[in-house]
């Protein structure tokens, strides 16, 4: 079981791997591109260094489908890995790339510091599938009792994480485990929660896991265009839901 991109399992998939998606997490990106001070536009990218996690698939997909949008295509920049989001943050700090796509509240730091903002991913996707939960189709019928109880769990702790009588507490809980400023914890639960981007109940977002299926044939990665619910099996979700109701 993993909870991350699902584009990764759609692509085993169609590989001919058993794989399925059976969980939303994140429902909505909340990256933002940031760069050097000196540049003003994404269109000012080409020839720079962009920082990535990897070539193909996950947050690069987006980020390469922006950079199209403004004109830039494969051979207009160089692509750099360097990490996830705090080695990329750190890369820009030492000038070692030009701009990266930074999840909250990593690019408010940097802004705040005097880096430029570029854009929102959100501004272009309104909702996309950024993270989902994933299981092995044999381990999941094996381990059905597992698994359900799993997302029984992650369903009351989205249902308390959205209840507004506990925002104060989850804030608390988020500040203890790791170490934001209150102002960046109060930032954080306001756009993750509020702006609806987590998905509620871990419940998964068609019009998101749609949105990824569009990218992916966008980049090449997906030449079909089956229906998502070749990837998907709600079974074990809406049991959970059943139990949870009784």
Not at 34 to 41: D, F, H, L, R
Not at 201 to 206: G, H, L, Q, T
Request: proline content about 5%; glycine content about 6%; aromatic content about 8%.
């Amino acid at each position: 079981m993993a909870g991350n991109c699902p584009d990764y399992v759609i692509a085993a998939v169609e590989r001919g791997e058993a794989l399925a998606i059976v969980g939303g997490v994140v429902r909505r990106p909340v990256s933002a591109i940031v760069a050097q001070p000196t540049i003003s536009a994404l269109s000012a990218l080409r020839g720079r260094r962009v920082a990535v996690v990897e070539l193909i698939g996950g947050v690069s997909s987006l980020l390469k489908a922006i950079l199209r949008r403004h004109g830039l295509g494969p051979g207009d920049y160089q692509l750099v890995i360097v990490g996830g989001t705090p080695a990329q943050a750190e890369a820009l700090r030492q000038g070692t790339v030009d701009a990266a796509m930074l999840t909250h509240p990593f690019e408010a730091r940097l802004v705040a510091e005097g880096y430029r903002l570029l854009g929102y991913a959100s501004a272009y996707w309104p909702t996309y599938a950024f993270a989902t939960l994933n299981v092995r189709r044999d381990w999941a019928e094996v381990h059905a009792e597992t698994l359900v109880a799993f997302l029984r769990a992650t369903i009351r702790a989205s249902r308390w994480l959205h209840e507004p009588a506990y925002a104060a507490e989850a804030q608390a809980i988020l500040a203890a485990s790791t170490g934001l400023p209150t102002p960046e914890v109060a930032d954080t639960y306001r756009r993750y929660i509020q702006e609806a981007v987590l998905a509620r109940e871990a419940e998964i977002d068609e019009p998101a896991l749609q949105a990824v299926l569009d990218m992916m044939r966008e980049e090449q990665l997906l030449s079909a265009a089956p229906s998502s619910d070749w990837y998907v099996d709600r079974s074990y979700w809406l049991q959970a839901q059943a139990d949870l109701a009784r």
